[in-house]
């Protein structure tokens, strides 16, 4: 069975910065499209970014507004969010996801097979 394992969580101060990493087990990391969605107190689970299982395409909510970026690196199994700039409002439990038979950028969390247990940002103002 495919594991998502996600850390580097944290609490930090408006304006800091946060990287996040999502380790996969069980399948070939190469061949699936990822993603991390967020969900914050009392809303709804949102889309925050996606690659493409290449890594070539990426995918970001506009409310980031540039600050974020995903990454990977298939030799280790992992995807990155690096998050620059974080402001309270980005403080959520950050979600990694599979999409486990799709190799394109998947922006719908319907479409995502496997999801980690998720990793608590909060950013202090």
């Known amino acids: 069975q495919v594991q998502l394992i996600e850390s580097g969580g944290g609490l930090v101060q408006a304006g800091g910065s946060l990287r996040l990493s999502c380790a996969v087990s069980?399948?070939?990391?190469?061949?699936?499209?990822m993603g991390w969605f967020r969900q914050a107190p009392g809303k709804e689970r949102e889309f925050v970014a996606a690659?493409?299982?290449?890594?070539?395409?990426?995918s970001y909510v506009d409310s980031i507004k540039g600050r974020f970026t995903i990454s990977r690196d298939n030799a280790k199994n992992t995807v990155y969010l690096q998050m620059n700039s974080l402001e309270p409002e980005d403080t959520a439990v950050y979600y990694c996801?599979?999409?486990?038979?799709?190799?394109?950028?998947?922006?719908?969390?319907?479409?995502?097979?496997?999801w980690g247990q998720g990793t608590q940002v909060t950013v202090s103002s």
């Open positions: 690659i493409s299982w290449r890594g070539g395409s990426t």
């Open positions: 996801a599979a999409a486990l038979s799709r190799r394109t950028v998947v922006v719908t969390d319907k479409e995502y097979d496997t």
């Open positions: 069980g399948r070939t990391f190469s061949s699936v499209a």
